[in-house]
């Protein structure tokens, strides 16, 4: 179903349409506005629906909205206390808030392919990329903003000193201290790198195999994006709860101290 | 797909909402959350404590009521006794008034007797005086005589 303006460039045309990102701005200074708007609009609904749940709250018997939002506090919380055994006044809240803000960013990727682009080039939007966490740079604003907050905890648990002894003496001793020092940074660079590329990887290719779909023959889509729609349910929901879970890890093993 | 600034605005959307909801969102629904749980909790102890003191109530009730069965059991008992008692004392009083009135009824039957004897003594002696006198009236001195009847009278 490709559009009028991309039927000339054929498939490849539309591919590269549908991953193209409308931006603003030259260089480093280009900025994502699909994506930045998106992920705006998703954030804003969070809050607006917790928000909501959060002034009506009472202890006495809870409504339709009240309860689902306590369904998910408890449920984070019940991963936090799992493996965070420290006291945190941040680490439930950004745990909820990665959760939620990730699946309604994995969400926007059931919505057809083309419908949202649709509606955006009739209002003389040239391209739309509508799920934010097919953009690195969504994934890795998470993660990074999580990497700061594991070297910030870090060094407020154990003290300066207490890191950097233990970037240089694990885990094979001070005699072999520049190897400890390769092997530690590996392992802390790699956490926002790969909760960013895990997250990012799954949901570009979810995205990609409905352009995909989208390019078959009309009678054959229902029949593939159907169940590829069923099993992205799962993925995506699968993908929030693995960037928490992995989060709450990362903060709890930065309140470790050795 | 090059990462640029769009990061920076992304890491400020997200710092953002997680200071939202660290501030105004976790912290109301984790309370009601809590809140909840105790009220709950509150109203199983109490239910808890309201079922011991029925149970102890009716203990209570149960020892009462056999208490009470036990003092009108006593109290029938005694009742009974009483009654034989009050029976055995007027089947005496009875017996004893019977035997008064008979004695009594002897002894005016004895009296009239005596009564009875007497006149007839009487009567007897005037008759015989009578017959006496219609018998000797023309040959006895009836002064003597009469002391003569007098002495039989007497031995009578």
Known sequence: MATEAHAAEGATGYIVHHLTPLSAGEGFWTLHLDTLFFSALLGGLFILFFKTAAERATSEVPGLV???????????????????????KLIAPLALTIFCWVFLFNFMDLFPVDLLPSIGSVMFVPYLKVVPSTDLNATFAMSISVFSLIIFYSIKIKGPWGFAKELLFQPFGPWLLPFNLLLKLVEEIAKPISLALRLFGNLYAGELIFILIALLPSYLQPVLSFPWAVFHILIITLQAFIFMVLTIVYLSMAHEDH | MSI?????????????????????????????????????????????????????????????????????????????????????????????????????????????????????????????????????????????????????????
Not at chain 2, 64 to 85: C, F, M, P, T, Y
Not at chain 2, 110 to 122: A, G, M, P, S
Not at chain 2, 133 to 155: G, T
Request: glycine fraction near 2%; avoid cysteine; charged fraction near 30%.
């Open chain 1, 66 to 88: 009240q309860n689902f939002a306590e369904m998910m506090i408890e449920f984070v919380d019940n991963q936090v206390k799992d493996s965070f055994h420290g006291k945190s």
């Open chain 2, 4 to 156: 640029n600034a769009t990061l920076i605005g992304q890491m400020i959307t997200f710092a953002l909402l997680v200071w939202f909801t660290m501030t105004y969102i976790w912290p109301p629904l984790l309370n009601s959350l809590e809140e909840r749980k105790k009220k709950i909790a509150d109203g199983l102890a109490a239910a808890e404590k309201g079922r011991e003191d029925m149970d102890l109530a009716q203990k209570k009730a149960k020892n009462v009521l056999k208490d009470a069965k036990s003092q009108s059991s006593e109290i029938v008992s005694l009742a009974q006794k009483r009654a034989n008692e009050i029976v055995e004392e007027s089947k005496d009083n009875a017996k004893k008034e019977g035997d008064r009135l008979i004695l009594a009824a002897k002894a005016q039957i004895e009296q009239e007797i005596q009564q009875t004897k007497e006149n007839l003594r009487r009567e007897v002696a005037a008759l015989a005086v009578s017959a006496a006198e219609q018998i000797l009236s023309a040959e006895i001195d009836q002064n003597r005589h009469q002391e003569l009847v007098n002495k039989i009278s007497n031995k009578l």
